[in-house]
């Protein structure tokens, strides 16, 4: 399952980010966003607008092309 197709309160395991480009990914890690990590949806802009996801006590906010990379699987 890819981050981009997650709903407003769905919790996820993220699986792969080897889907996201080397850029974004290193900035996923600098937040500390990585593999086997537990995440929350917490919502959908309108309009395909950004993800915002709850992970380890923060917000962050991630575009749908990008999400689009990430594989997660629900807990």
Known sequence: MLLSNCTTGDELRIIDLSGVNHLTRKRLHDLGVHEGMKIRCQT????????ILWAEEQKIGIRRKDAAGIEVEPL
């Open 44 to 51: 959908g802009m309108l309009f395909g607008g950004p993800l």
